[in-house]
């Protein structure tokens, strides 16, 4: 739930439905809590609380809240985890700022689109 210290809910979808229906979500946040870990906070946008990071089963989506931004790190670790695999990233703010982007990596490149 979004509030006045948890102001970001990031929302992070793998696209490709066979994907999703291969993976343990329990597994993939096993891996970015660990990235979370080994990785310098200075390196990682959104000031994410990882506490906070689970899977809807609904949507099938990951969710994360954060402060002062969207933790688009999470899109981009999962970019580059899964190769060729286009994962969608959105947000939402407290104050009702919205953004979405795609993030795919190919050939070890990460490519990004604004949607």
Same mark, same amino acid.
């Given at each position: 739930?979004?509030? $006045?210290? /948890? &102001?970001? #809910?990031?929302?992070?979808?793998? $696209?490709?439905? @066979? $994907?999703? %229906?291969?993976?343990?979500?329990? #597994? !993939?946040?096993?891996?970015?809590? @660990?990235? /979370? ?6 390196? $990682? ?10 899977? &809807? ?5 990951? +969710? +994360? ?7 688009? =790190?999470?899109?981009?670790? *999962?970019?580059?985890?899964?190769? %060729?695999?286009?994962? /969608? *990233?959105? =947000? *939402?703010?407290?104050?009702? #700022? ?8 190919? &050939?070890? #490149?990460?490519?990004?689109? !604004?949607?």
């Amino acid at each position: 739930m979004i509030d $006045l210290i /948890h &102001d970001f #809910e990031t929302r992070i979808r793998i $696209l490709s439905r @066979n $994907l999703r %229906s291969e993976i343990s979500p329990k #597994e !993939v946040i096993g891996t970015i809590i @660990n990235h /979370h870990a080994s990785t310098r906070v200075l390196e $990682l946008d959104g000031r994410t609380d990882i506490k906070s990071l689970w899977f &809807d089963e609904s949507s099938e989506e990951f +969710v +994360v809240q954060g402060r002062k931004g969207p933790s688009t =790190w999470v899109g981009k670790y *999962l970019a580059e985890k899964f190769p %060729s695999e286009r994962v /969608h *990233l959105s =947000w *939402l703010s407290i104050d009702w #700022e919205r953004g979405s982007v795609i993030y795919c990596c190919i &050939d070890g #490149e990460l490519q990004v689109e !604004v949607k």
